[in-house]
């Protein structure tokens, strides 16, 4: 049976961790605030007091932390314990220049690197839906693929680490800038005196509409910003997109301007609610 320590159980890592669980596979989890880890006791897994208790021994290893300076911190305190071949897959979106720097912390310590990003948020997790975009060697997939077929509804192997963060870094664009641009286009019509549910009504049914749109404008009409991705995670990404573009020399003007809009909500205060909550940076 596979083992799998898991690093991080914030909203996305708690059902995943759950997920693996559920599938049979022997888990172990951590996570800063141990508290939020513990329900998973009642899954099956085993919730250790430190990264290195969790890593200790596991065939793969998960991080799935809010950046990169926290996935280096916790690899790092696990070093004592970490042993060559295991294999790590970093979940977490992290961006280009800190995806290089933990494959060669990896590197360092003789691990497996998979740079293995997801597409979704919260409910895919909960549901084994996520799409992963795993990039690294080969050999590394036989471990993983019980792994990712409890997470995920699809897994794209797309060649060497580096490629799965990559890919991430446009689609999430995608997915960042819909939400601000769903959140403008109600927030419009709220100001121009019409019931933004007209928007809508319109869209519905028509070329315009998506899951995605649904989500976010059924968030924004019933005022409920349970997150699914936080304001405070989406701003954090709009930086790391706007890097990877930088880097090319792509021009992202509409993310730089859902950046904008991000972090304008944060101020306001809803750093922690659903990334739907950038439609009060429409009002001053
Ligand atoms: P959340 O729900 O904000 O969870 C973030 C997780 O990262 C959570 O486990 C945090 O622990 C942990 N964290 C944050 N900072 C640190 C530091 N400095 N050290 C250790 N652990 C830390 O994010 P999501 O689950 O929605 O998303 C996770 C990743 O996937 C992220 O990269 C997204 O962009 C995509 P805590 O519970 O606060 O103690």
Do not use: C
């Not at 050999?139 to 890919?167: D, H, M």
Request: glycine fraction near 10%.
């Amino acid at each position: 049976m596979t083992s799998v320590a898991l690093l991080g159980t914030g909203l996305m890592g708690l059902p995943m961790g759950r997920n693996l669980a559920r599938a049979g596979l022997r888990v172990s989890v951590w996570n800063r605030t141990r508290d939020k880890a513990l329900p998973l006791e009642a899954d099956g897994a085993v919730v250790a007091h430190s990264p290195a208790e969790a890593v200790e021994g596991a065939d793969v290893i998960l991080t799935m932390l809010s950046d990169g300076d926290a996935v280096h911190d916790a690899v790092t305190a696990a070093a004592p314990v970490l042993r060559a071949g295991q294999v790590w897959a970093q979940m977490s979106t992290v961006g280009l220049a800190a995806t290089d720097r933990l494959a060669a912390l990896a590197d360092r310590h003789g691990l497996t690197y998979v740079d293995a990003p997801v597409q979704g948020t919260r409910q895919p997790a909960e549901q084994g839906k996520l799409v992963i975009l795993a990039s690294g060697p080969d050999t590394a997939q036989e471990a993983l693929e019980p792994v990712f077929g409890a997470l995920g509804q699809r897994t794209l192997w797309l060649g060497p680490a580096g490629a799965g963060t990559r890919l991430k870094m446009a689609t999430v664009s995608y997915g960042i800038s819909l939400t601000a641009v769903v959140a403008e286009s109600l927030s419009l019509a709220q100001g121009l005196g019409l019931d933004p549910d007209l928007v809508r009504q319109v869209v519905t049914g028509g070329p315009m509409d998506s899951a995605y749109f649904q989500a976010k404008a059924k968030a924004i009409l019933e005022g409920d910003f349970t997150p699914s991705f936080t304001v405070r995670n989406a701003e954090k990404d709009t930086r790391l997109i706007h890097e990877a573009g930088a880097a090319v020399g792509v021009r992202l003007d509409v993310v730089a301007a859902a950046g904008e809009r991000f972090r304008r909500a944060e101020a306001q205060g809803h750093g922690e609610e659903d990334m739907a909550a950038t439609y009060f940076a429409s009002f001053d």
